[in-house]
């Protein structure tokens, strides 16, 4: 699976939107960038997942660019309960590859007041 | 997606001994997989829980010292085997079911070893 690069920490101010940028220069076409985030604490939650196109559900928004060698999560009105390691994934889907995520070291993201 | 139940919270364990991590999906699963998190660290795979087979461990880990259960298609057990000090981390159940495309998880076992 292709590797991440994201930045270690991002600071945002409460209310305002949250963009944490991804790296993946290597992946392929038949794999998907996952994002997933880690509250202190607890274990990870699965936020968003995308192969190409942009994609919002009620969490977050998904932008991929159209070379798919980065992408961008956002969370479009941060409150302070987002404030968490969020983990950027990229990764085979389908029922006859291999299951495993990798995960990288994340972006700790604080939302101040 | 499937709701993951994970017992003990937490533990304070000796040295020497062994503590067994029970995890308990509220629907059938195709995989389950075991990590363990490091304080302040990311997460690394333990390794695949297999229902009715051996599990499949990742580099680094051996089955004498993480024993790994799959009775049925719900429920997993790990067990951390003669436990020093460097065992002391958070171990997470995991879960993926056939139905969606994301992986569930367990709030995780915070094991210290003294």
């Known amino acids: 699976d292709a590797k991440t690069t994201q930045p270690p920490s991002m600071d945002c101010a409460e209310g305002r939107a949250a963009n944490l940028p991804c790296n993946h220069s290597?992946?392929?076409?038949?794999?998907?960038v996952y994002w997933y985030r880690q509250i202190h604490s607890q274990g990870p939650q699965y936020i968003i997942h995308?192969?190409?196109?942009?994609e919002t559900n009620e969490m977050a928004s998904l932008i991929i660019t159209e070379d798919r060698k980065s992408s961008t999560l956002i969370l479009p009105h941060a409150t302070l309960r987002d404030t968490a390691v969020y983990y950027c994934?990229?990764?085979?889907?389908?029922?006859?590859?291999?299951?495993?995520?990798?995960w990288g070291a994340g972006t700790k993201l604080i939302i101040k007041p | 997606s499937a709701v993951i139940s994970q017992k003990p919270s937490r533990d304070i364990c000796q040295r020497g001994t062994s503590l067994t991590i029970q995890c308990q999906v509220d629907?059938?699963?195709?995989?389950m997989f075991w990590y363990r998190q490091q304080p302040g660290q990311s997460l690394t795979l333990i390794a695949t829980?297999?229902?009715?087979?051996?599990?499949?461990?990742e580099s680094g880990f051996v089955i004498d010292k993480f024993p790994i259960s799959r009775p049925n298609l719900t429920f997993s057990t790990l067990t951390v085997s003669n436990m020093s000090p460097e065992d002391s981390s958070i171990y997470l159940c995991?879960?993926?079911?056939?139905?969606?495309?994301?992986?569930?998880f367990g709030s995780g076992t915070r094991l210290t070893v003294v």
């Open positions: 995308g192969l190409k196109n942009n």
């Open positions: 995991s879960a993926r079911s056939s139905t969606v495309y994301g992986y569930t």
């Open positions: 629907s059938q699963v195709t995989m």
């Open positions: 994934i990229v990764r085979v889907a389908g029922w006859d590859s291999n299951y495993q995520l990798i």
């Open positions: 290597t992946i392929s076409g038949n794999e998907y």
């Open positions: 829980a297999n229902q009715g087979s051996e599990a499949t461990y």
